[in-house]
């Protein structure tokens, strides 16, 4: 599949200050969302002095180990901050992670790391390097989705292949069911990959029988006298693994069954992957990019518990994520590259403490609110970075960094920034001398959060605007609630009078965002077929894009509806919903 060329940004009154406040050339080219710019035109004769240094210790270890660093992004769903790291909250909680917690003590632990509320837009941001809502993928996507991560999003894996990376996915994508969005479509040279989430664990006879899902599986129900249209749920058709290279066809991985075994068995097979493709890579002296993202969570769990928590979150820390830690650190020292290789991990969003499955062990954390959520708790994550002699062990950095970031800093340290596109906003922003320089270093101090396709909050250094607002008595007035996160870290009590200050300035900086977007404009949400391209297709599966023979007849197209689900209002209590 092949993607538009990029094009060069005009030269903006921005991008000129950038260069007269001594930014790079390469630099001042990636359009930045604007308040970077208002930091940039305070800090930047600091930040070009610490470049300076910063590129002299990068030329250095490119020299030491003959090519750029090798870069392992391991990411997982669901968990708040402390949920690793912190051996108290640990016990509080009933589980143990002495690999994970160990590799954190080995590096950087972040304590203001900030994601998109849910999963699929998560996931966007980090590998694209700009806020879900600017790549169409803000919605959290369930089968079938007729959508995905459009071809013309450039996205991590594409950026560091153009400076000779190998590249690799392994483990949960949920960016969609077309085929643009497919991993090896996306830049990875090779991928194996569920395509949607952790409910899929649900979606067979287990979860029938146990009533964990409903109406789904009709072999095991009731004979129904009054069910007229046999194909309104089309289980049968669905795909859940898929495997690939780049420039070839795709494979469903097993036969679509989805068996409550293949689930536990697609992680282990991820992590096999995964060591496979970091040998391979050493052995060839080629640097390599993995996104090692596993599954993790069943909502089916194993009998049989190994933790005092028995929640599904505690138990599968020791399935999952304690085996492929150990896994991956035992590799990197064994080929003699952990030297060479920087590591980050973390969650993609706040614990499911909306609704979750009995017994997950998704409780809410330090903040208010989980996954879907504006408010810290949906947002804030646990996070470590590991690479052993570059940066020092054993700290905590307070800096704000946000996901995107990740993106634009991944691509300095590869020495691949002249790779990003230049024709839209990059919300990420380039953390290397946080990573190197250690806690103060930062180069963010706000984010931008969305939910669904609103802006919902702004935070700016300890202080948060709640731009959604149930109390009409608030943000509808005027009032807009402000709250300082270091002293109201629940977003319970707003400052109100004491804080009407900040009403000004948070417009303002809204504002500039806003008309920022008016010459970069977010990407609609578009859809298209789904599960084209996979060279073992079923039948049940070919049939989505290709309507039964007794469907012809019909006085409308069977498939318009692809074309028109974004025009359904996002909110159901939306005016004009189910009109």
Known sequence: MVKPRKLAAPLTALTISALMTGASAQ?????????YYILEAQNGTVWEVEDGELDAKLAELREQYGRPPNIIHYMFDDQPPMSFGDEMYQQIRG??????????????????????????????????????????????????????????????????????????????????????SYPINQGFDEAFWAVYNQVTSLYNKTGEGANAIVGMKEELLADNPYQLDKNFVQDDAFVFYLEGKKGEQVLEWRDGSQEVKDYYDFDIEGRERAINFIRRSAEAEKPFYVAWWPLWIP???????????RGMVGENYQRVIEPDIAAMRETLEELGIAENTLVVVMADNGPMTH???????????????????????????????????????????????????????????????????????IDGIDQTSLLLNGDTHGRRDHVFIY????????????????????????????????????????????????????????KRMRARHELWKEKYPDRKHER???????????????????????YQNLPFDPMEFISHLDKLPFNVSEPGFGE
């Open 27 to 35: 630099d001042a080219q990636i359009v930045h969302d604007a308040e």
């Open 95 to 180: 589980y143990k992670t002495p690999n994970l917690n160990q590799l954190a003590a080995d590096g950087m632990m972040f304590s203001r790391m900030y994601t998109e509320p849910g999963c699929t837009p998560s996931r966007a941001a980090v590998l694209t390097g700009q806020n879900a809502i600017r790549t169409g993928t803000w919605e959290i996507g369930f089968p079938i989705e007729y959508t995905g991560l459009a071809a013309e999003n450039v996205t991590m894996a594409e950026v560091l292949s153009g400076e000779g990376y190998a590249t690799a996915f392994f483990g949960k994508l949920h960016l969609g069911d077309t085929e643009e």
């Open 299 to 309: 909502f089916i769990p194993a009998p049989e518990k190994v933790t005092l928590q």
């Open 355 to 425: 609704n979750p499955p009995p017994g997950a062990g998704l409780g809410e954390g330090l903040f208010r609110g989980g996954k879907g959520d504006f408010t810290e708790g949906g947002v804030r994550v646990p996070a470590a970075a590991f690479w052993p002699g570059v940066i020092e062990p054993g700290q905590m950095a307070a800096d704000m960094i946000h996901q995107t970031d990740l993106f634009t800093t991944f691509a300095r340290l590869a020495g691949a920034t002249q790779h990003i596109p230049t024709d839209r906003i």
């Open 451 to 506: 939910q669904g396709p609103d802006l919902a909050a702004t935070v700016k250094d300890q202080y948060k605007i709640h731009w959604t607002s149930n109390d009409p008595g608030q943000a509808k007035s005027g009032l807009t609630a402000v709250y300082d996160l270091y002293n109201d870290h629940r977003e319970v009590n707003p400052i109100v009078v004491g804080g009407f200050h900040f009403k000004e300035p948070f």
């Open 528 to 550: 298209g077929p789904a599960y084209t391209g996979i060279s073992n297709a079923r039948p049940a599966t070919l049939a989505l894009s290709n309507p039964p023979v007794d």
